[in-house]
């Protein structure tokens, strides 16, 4: 079979860029052989096309090889070229082509901020950490993920725990080190609208994975306290996180309650929240008792504000 070329003539227009990753531009040669994709591509590179757009041809035919990568992938559907499709190859021969395959790919990303989908990139993560690849290619994916957090989908985050030594369903301390290498970004990369999209994120992700009995303490306690106080609009997200640890353990002491409850602002909670605070029995009396000063507290102040406003002559009345 004739591999596919690319003359030193060829010059990519925009026009031509914006189907990159929609067109077949490397034949089946390509595709199932890895060293010959990998030189193709930098071909490519080397006529000077967007990184967002090698980005999008490596996401492209990644998921030819692991339909896993593909967002909308579901079994039984058409597996493509895959190479990891039925082999007579034993289990550990195909685990190890898989962790070579993930790491070729990390090797390869663009080295530019939002190169690749932020997404995808922890469907990477989610299958190098399962085949076990070295290290420094999960620290660079991991890296890669923080630079764009706020782009992250809940679905995508809900990566499974592959360590023995981890009780947990979900991988709590991967989101643990995520949000706070994403915190420790410099202010210029960080932006505060991004800061409150991981908050929110933050704060989904540990009402699923509170309904875990094994997930401990001191793990939501440290996920919840990555982000800074300022992050959170609203407190009402971390709330419904807590209850519903409260609910999953009900072993939890008086103590570990109050220390829960300490991560809650009363008065960033909704009126709404409020009331179900007021009558929650999960909650510690004296939590209840801030949630109903704070309430008491906001209520009289739009009183206040109401009766002055009620009671201004306007200057313009009469002229």
């Known amino acids: 079979m004739k591999k596919a070329s690319f ?9 031509m860029t914006s189907h990159l990753a929609a067109e077949c531009w490397f034949d089946d040669a390509c595709i199932l052989d890895m060293d010959y994709f990998v030189k193709t591509l930098a071909g490519i590179k080397a006529k000077g096309v967007r990184p967002d757009l090698i980005g999008s041809i490596i996401a492209h035919y990644a998921s030819k090889w692991l339909p896993d990568l ?7 559907t058409d597996r493509g070229l895959t190479i990891f499709a039925e082999s007579p190859e034993s289990v550990t021969t195909l685990w190890m082509k898989k962790r070579f395959f993930v790491e070729t790919l990390v090797g390869i990303l663009p080295p530019e901020k939002d190169s690749v ?3 995808f990139l922890l469907r990477l993560l989610r299958i190098a950490n399962m085949v076990g690849v070295e290290p420094t290619y999960r620290a660079e ?3 890669r993920i923080s630079w764009q957090l706020d782009q992250a989908s809940l679905e995508e985050l809900m990566i499974p725990s592959f360590s023995h030594t981890c009780g947990t369903l979900l991988d709590v301390e991967l989101i643990i080190r995520l949000v706070g290498m994403f915190v420790n970004l410099d202010e210029v990369a960080k932006s505060g609208a991004a800061l ?9 992700y540990l009402a699923e994975a509170s309904v875990d009995s094994n997930l401990n303490l001191s793990e939501f306690v440290a996920l919840a306290g990555a982000l800074p106080s300022h992050a959170r609009a609203t407190d009402d997200g971390l709330y419904r996180a807590i209850d519903t640890y ?3 353990h009900p072993g939890v002491t008086k103590q570990e309650r109050k220390v829960l409850f300490r991560l809650i602002d009363s008065r960033k909670l909704s009126h709404e929240a409020s009331l179900h605070a007021a009558q929650n029995e999960r909650l510690p009396v004296r939590a209840v008792v801030q949630v109903l000063f704070f309430e008491q507290t906001k209520h009289n102040r739009q009183m206040e504000w109401s009766g002055s406003f ?4 306007s200057p313009y009345i009469g002229l």
């Open 141 to 143: 994916l991991e890296k």
């Open 246 to 248: 409260l609910k999953a």
């Open 196 to 204: 409150i999209k991981v908050a929110k994120l933050v704060d989904s």
């Open 70 to 76: 593909s967002g909308d992938h579901h079994p039984g």
């Open 310 to 313: 009620s009671g201004t002559r």
């Open 7 to 15: 003359p030193e003539s060829i010059l990519f227009s925009e026009s």
């Open 117 to 119: 989908p932020c997404n």
